[in-house]
């Protein structure tokens, strides 16, 4: 099985932190896992109250079909809620977080770790749609400053990231960046070469 990741949540979310859980899983929802795999999107994670007064998380909306369907119990439920093996210490912080308003805890990938299935999630808080065009305006701009060093060897910006030099017979004042990225470009013009 490969890393399976939820590549919309980083697009939805801003992930303010990340935490790793062990699943309990039966036989078949593990086979079924490393053969098909599994989509992370409309999934959460969820904590609950227990019978002894403490919680517990369970990973809600994951839908594991059986590995196979002539030999599949009779009570299996693809959509049942799959607990999550976490410390008492990260249940009780998640409880508080989990408690403020505009978080949320988001499934970020499905690994496997030493022949052990582990959930990572985030602690999330919903992006506005000004932000999300942001992040898409900003994708773009990294997009393009990508495919002018590949094509020209460097290139020069102003603040507003246009460029102002492209000419590939002048030679390239160094900057000291190894790695060009759009965050590095914002504060001061700069000189960007392959």
């Known amino acids: 099985m490969d890393n399976i990741k939820n590549k919309k949540a980083y697009f939805d979310y801003e992930i303010l932190e990340k935490f790793q859980a062990g699943l309990v899983l039966t036989g078949q929802e593990v086979k079924s896992l490393r053969t098909r795999g599994i989509s992370l999107s409309g999934t959460y994670v969820e904590i609950k109250p227990n019978k002894n007064g403490s919680f517990e998380a369970f990973w809600v909306g994951a839908n594991i079909p059986p590995y196979q369907m002539a030999n599949a119990e009779k009570s299996y439920n693809p959509q049942r809620p799959r607990k999550l093996l976490l410390n008492r210490k990260e249940i009780d912080y998640l409880t508080g977080k989990n408690k403020e ?49 590949n094509t020209r060897g460097w290139i020069r910006f102003d603040k507003d990231l246009k460029i102002v030099c492209k000419s590939s017979h002048l030679k390239p004042r160094k900057t000291g960046r190894k790695n060009l ?7 001061e013009p700069a000189l960007a070469y392959a």
Do not use: M
């Not at 978080?103 to 299935?117: A, D, E, G, H, Q």
């Not at 990225?181 to 504060?187: A, G, H, P």
């Open 101 to 149: 308003k505009g978080l949320t805890l988001v499934p970020l990938s499905v690994y496997t770790r030493t022949y052990k299935i582990k959930l990572e999630f985030g602690l999330a808080k919903g992006k506005k749609k000004f932000d999300k065009r942001e992040s898409i305006k900003k994708r773009d701009i990294e997009r393009k400053i990508k495919s002018e060093i």
């Open 181 to 187: 990225s759009v965050n590095n470009l914002f504060e």
